[in-house]
């Protein structure tokens, strides 16, 4: 123990002597506790997060990029060894707790933008989507609240959503501040919040100039060194911050959005996004509801992403309209969002078993509503299941696991072959949290994911 900590500190002390400590600090905002046992405490309560990127993982063929960026590297059908992808190793350490799926398809298979109305439903997109159909089965503390919908700039331009009650499409919240009340009610307007919030800096945000020099004169395999080198440093962070205190339970200042965010703007939208999973986090721990949505952004998403680029936005760079660094980095945003909401339910403790974080039972569903949005195709779509979600989840163990479903699959399509209805997968989460879909069609339940399915 004296050695690792020896080492943190050395790691801590070589980082900020190198004029990071705010980036630390934007990112030091909880801990993860080492001692999980609790999980099996028959207190737990599973929560069921559903985190939506728009236009795709980018899983197609691409300037060099053969096996597309996401779906990590295994000839296998099922395996705790494989090599992350580019886009996926951006997950950092919570690969470690996730399961990555593969063989899915979501209705058709194409169709393009017009999947944002069947993602989290059944095939037909007739019926309730899942997130409310688990919210009648997990209810918190507040039944009036049901189901928190969070919805980031998703509604810029277009009310193109996720979440239907029977056949009517709902509107999330995309005001971090109307949120806020929603949750937590009698709202004030917010003072400053904390530094760590409003300072949306990161580790390399001092010399991205100069890196991006320099992988622009680098050969293939030196960039890849290159790569694997900073994500290397940001997991260091990662360690860091897991390190610290963690946030107490139901902590309002650490929901409080940060005064004066421009809700629609460009230039607030990191910020804007972090609100949104701070509540989401927030009230998790404080029990008030067990199941959230958070949908960041749109199908094609018109809000420009600044440090990917400032002209072209994030559905154009999704369909390589600019350069493959646009095409990556813009992919990669929406999973470092992502990651930022692990990182708060890491940080805050669950509200039914003492001496757990919220992330040990809760399931994060990550997915898109295509599966590249250059084809605009929804073949393949990836969805990867993260967390510890009290036990419930084959992960791995903690090393992160592959699993192919095509071999349970029960459609045949002309380019995937063999494949499985993205509507089994919704009835298997559902029959895993106790409960079943409405739905007509085949709601078979898929083997090999949960423990108790």
Not at 161 to 166: D, K, L
Request: hydrophobic residues 40%; aromatic residues 8%; proline residues 4%.
């Amino acid at each position: 123990m004296s050695t690792q900590l020896s080492r943190r500190r050395f790691f801590k002390q070589s980082l900020y002597s190198a004029g990071t400590t705010a980036a630390l600090g934007a990112t030091g905002l909880g801990a993860m506790s080492f001692s999980r046992l609790a999980m099996a405490n028959s207190t737990a309560k599973l929560k069921v997060i559903f985190a939506v990127i728009p236009d795709g993982f980018g899983v197609d063929a691409y300037a060099g990029f053969n096996d597309g960026l996401w779906f990590p590297k295994t000839n296998a059908q099922e395996s705790t060894n494989f090599e992350l992808n580019e886009m996926s190793r951006h997950l950092g350490s919570y690969a470690q707790q996730a399961l990555f799926l593969r063989g899915l398809i979501v209705g058709s298979g194409t169709g393009g933008h017009n999947a944002w109305q069947t993602i989290l439903r059944d095939s037909n997109s007739s019926h309730t989507s899942i997130d409310l159909v688990l919210a009648d089965a997990l209810p918190g503390s507040q039944p009036a609240l049901k189901r928190i919908y969070s919805g980031p700039h998703a509604m810029v331009g277009a009310a193109w959503n996720i979440s239907y009650q029977n056949k009517v499409m709902l509107l999330p919240e995309d005001n971090p501040y109307q949120l806020f009340d929603q949750v937590y009610g009698n709202y004030q307007a917010p003072g400053q919040a904390q530094a760590v919030l409003a300072d949306n800096s990161h580790i390399f945000d001092p010399v991205q100039e100069d890196i991006k020099s320099l992988q622009s004169a680098l050969g293939a395999s030196e960039k890849n060194k290159l790569e694997l080198h900073l994500g290397a440093v940001e997991q260091v962070v990662s360690d860091i911050r897991n390190t610290l205190a963690p946030v107490g339970a139901c902590d309002l200042a650490g929901a409080t959005p940060a005064s004066e965010l421009a809700i629609h703007s460009a230039d607030h939208r990191d910020a804007v996004t972090e609100a949104h999973a701070n509540i989401v986090a927030s009230a998790l721990s404080c029990g008030m509801s067990r199941v959230a949505t958070l949908q960041i952004g749109r199908s094609a998403d018109p809000v420009v992403i600044k440090s990917v680029s400032s002209t072209r936005n994030p559905h154009d760079c999704a369909h390589r309209y600019g350069n493959v660094n646009e095409w990556k980095d813009s992919r990669a945003w929406y999973i470092h969002k992502v990651r930022y909401l692990l990182d708060r339910l890491a940080a805050y403790p669950d509200p039914d078993v003492e001496g757990a974080s919220l992330l040990d039972h809760s399931l994060v569903v990550l997915t898109s509503e295509m599966a590249d949005g250059a084809p605009e195709h929804m073949q393949d779509v990836p969805v990867s299941l993260i967390g510890g979600a009290s036990g419930l989840l084959n992960n791995g163990l903690g090393s992160g696991r592959f699993l192919n479903l095509s071999s349970q699959g029960n459609r045949q399509h002309w380019k995937l072959g063999q494949c499985t209805d993205m509507q089994r997968l919704w009835a298997t989460i559902a029959r895993a949290a106790g409960t079943s879909v409405p739905w007509s069609g085949d709601n078979t339940p898929l083997s090999g994911i949960f423990t108790n399915v």
